[in-house]
């Protein structure tokens, strides 16, 4: 190999060389690139806590227990704003107007529901459940099922027997009067049979029998009806404060109601008879009262 040759195998060799440099130089680069943005890299699993007194800073672990979002509180929240809404709607088309209403049982057969409606729709109704332990009125169903079709605001009654426990009489009312929210409030209706009743402690005690079942599954006081004197004599003084439904067909009650049944011998179109016609107080605090929400 003569000088010329060496020297072109050199020049070779230099260049070689020198690519090889740059690829190494381009690989350290990188290398070093990754290294320096991997000491500003954030981890997700620490976090930085300041605490304002003294600005101590301290770095915590991300695996602390975070809020979690409660979706059946969000529900229940959403829900209730929305029956409060309907309330103060609902309440709002009834306040201040003049309420009436009747109330029926199984003698009140063959009403003309979509004829009553057209003419002379009631603003509420009430119907007979039971009575005692034993007995159901037949035509319930029939009755709420014909005001549930007719959009009109309906309750259920008790007749009150003192031949059984209240405790044993509201557990049957319970369980078929199937009321609901926006119904009206249970009624517990107390009346003279016979023209006598249990001494005064048994009265009172299996009234407050049957009002705390009530109270307790529907979370409202009943309705108590009566007749003035029954009142008077009985319940004055020991259920002050539950709403009162009081009858009395020659005058307006002297004690503070709620429902005045004033009149048996009302006619409606609709019905080919007489019907008992009550009157209802209609301020938002007495709504709130008698109308379940």
Excluded at 55 to 84: F, G, M, R, Y
Excluded at 90 to 106: A, E, H, M, T, Y
Aim: proline share 4%; hydrophobic share 35%; glycine share 6%.
């Amino acid at each position: 190999m003569d000088s010329r040759d060496k020297m072109m195998l050199s020049l070779k060799q230099n260049s070689n060389l020198k690519i090889l440099g740059r690829i190494l130089f381009s690989v350290l680069g990188a290398v070093l690139i990754v290294v320096f943005f991997e000491s500003f890299k954030i981890e997700p699993n620490e976090q930085t806590i300041c605490h304002p007194q003294g600005l101590e800073c301290a770095t915590t672990s991300s695996d602390l227990d975070l809020p979690k979002v409660d979706t059946n509180a969000i529900i229940k929240l959403v829900t209730q704003k929305k029956q409060e809404q309907t309330k103060d709607v609902f309440f709002r088309s009834l306040v201040g107007k003049k309420l009436w209403g009747i109330d029926i049982s199984k003698y009140q057969r063959n009403i003309n529901w979509s004829l009553m409606v057209r003419r002379n729709k009631p603003d509420f109704v009430f119907v007979k459940v039971s009575e005692g332990t034993t007995i159901l009125d037949p035509l319930y169903k029939t009755h709420k099922r014909n005001l549930e079709k007719h959009n009109i605001l309906h309750g259920g009654y008790h007749f009150m027997s003192f031949t059984s426990s209240g405790r044993s009489q509201a557990y049957r009312f319970i369980k078929h009067a199937g009321l609901k929210k926006g119904n009206m409030v249970p009624v517990l209706d107390v009346e003279y049979t016979s023209r006598h009743l249990p001494n005064k402690g048994k009265v009172i005690s299996e009234i407050k029998s049957f009002c705390t079942v009530i109270e307790q599954y529907y979370g409202v006081k009943p309705i108590i009806y009566t007749h003035p004197h029954l009142y008077a004599r009985y319940l004055k003084g020991n259920f002050d404060n539950y709403p009162l439904w009081l009858c009395d067909y020659k005058n307006t009650p002297r004690y503070k109601w709620d429902i005045w049944q004033h009149t048996a011998k009302a006619r409606l179109h609709g019905y080919h008879g007489r019907v008992d016609k009550n009157v209802m107080k209609s301020d938002k605090n007495t709504l709130g009262k008698l109308v379940m929400f």
